[in-house]
């Protein structure tokens, strides 16, 4: 097991596209700062800017904006870069260079098997970037190059945890370097590990869909959070007194999940409280409930994102901090292949 050879480390990210959801906040950010004050691990979390133009660019000052709010979101939402590292992706440089190395690692079968490649492609898949249908090795790379050996993530990337798993076993094996690099293990729990669109309980809530009433986003205001949950698509029947009475009701189920997430309870309990009663009297609760929690945070951004400055510091820092750990991990990977390395890299200079 991974604990046994390498030191327990916690690794994650989420690409700066800007529009952060409540599905972002549940699904990721909340557990980032849960396993921070656990403390029983060294935690590093990643704004993955290269990532961010694998399905096109969206422009240098777009990008540059949408790394601010997530800098400025991962704060607010209590992420502290005196116990984790926090930066974006693009400024420590061992990221690429190991994604190279896994690209020569990993399989074009096990890439074609990667259901979000073949999501974000759509039809036209010949017209796709090379990086994106190379992406998880590039987030293969991101995890071991930190010997990272738990991994955060959403069930929409357990696929792609998995790849990582074959590719550090595959390289461990051809590489004759048995445990080298960990198999990192995927951490996914919570009520809401999958937030679903407020308009279709099938569909995964997104900060690309169109209509904007699909999601709540960690800027808006009280009034448009009650809103968006009072016109969120329900049934007519009341809520029922177990978690199996949800299996065929997908907007009941994500809304009773959402409130149990933001509650730090179960669905059960919620259910408990709230079976037999309709959603006229739910939903209410539900607001009240997601305004509580998101309105700080949402200030907080606020204030963080005057001072885009203090941002880069924060960032600066943390890429400092990250590659001092990366940097040695990838002079090993080096020296394992064979390649011949510089005084620096071989130092870790």
Excluded at 80 to 104: G, K, M, T, Y
Excluded at 223 to 241: Q, W
Excluded at 309 to 326: N, Q
Aim: with cysteine; charged share 25%.
């Amino acid at each position: 097991m991974a604990e046994a050879t390498h030191r327990r480390r916690v690794f994650s990210g989420v690409q700066p596209t800007g529009g952060l959801t409540l599905g972002n906040y549940l699904g990721a950010v909340k557990r980032f700062v849960a396993m921070q004050d656990e403390g029983e691990a060294e935690t590093i979390y990643c704004l993955v800017d290269m990532h961010a133009i694998t399905a096109g660019w969206p422009g240098r000052e777009a990008l540059r904006a949408a790394t601010h709010e997530l800098a400025a979101a991962f704060l607010a939402c209590g992420l502290d870069p005196a116990r984790s590292i926090i930066f974006n992706q693009s400024q420590v440089p061992a990221h690429a260079e190991l994604a190279w190395i896994f690209n020569c690692v990993a399989r074009l079968g096990w890439l074609n098997r990667m259901t979000q490649f073949k999501d974000k492609a759509g039809r036209d898949r010949e017209a796709a970037s090379v990086g994106l249908f190379a992406y998880p090795n590039l987030m293969a790379a991101d995890i071991l190059v930190y010997h990272a050996t738990h991994v955060p993530v959403g069930e929409d990337q357990k696929q792609h945890l998995e790849l990582t798993r074959d590719i550090a076993a595959k390289f461990n094996n051809d590489f004759g370097a048995p445990d080298f690099f960990p198999l990192a293990e995927p951490v996914i729990e919570g009520a809401a590990t999958r937030v679903m669109s407020l308009r279709d309980g099938t569909k995964k809530m997104s900060k690309s869909d169109a209509s904007d009433m699909s999601r709540i986003n960690l800027t808006d205001d009280a009034d448009t959070i009650a809103l968006k949950i009072r016109k969120a698509r329900t049934d007519p029947e009341p809520l029922p007194g177990s978690v199996e009475g949800l299996e065929s009701r997908p907007e009941a189920r994500n809304l009773v999940n959402i409130y149990a997430a933001l509650a730090d309870t179960t669905p059960q309990e919620v259910l408990a409280e709230f079976a037999g009663r309709p959603f006229s009297e739910f939903k209410p609760r539900l607001a009240d409930l997601t305004v509580a929690t998101l309105a700080p945070i949402s200030q907080r951004m606020r204030e963080l994102m005057a001072d885009p400055g203090e941002l880069d510091r924060v960032l600066g820092e943390g890429a400092d901090r990250a590659a001092a750990i990366a940097e040695p991990i990838l002079a090993q990977t080096y020296d394992i292949i064979g390649f011949v390395r510089s005084r620096r890299m071989a130092t870790g200079a």
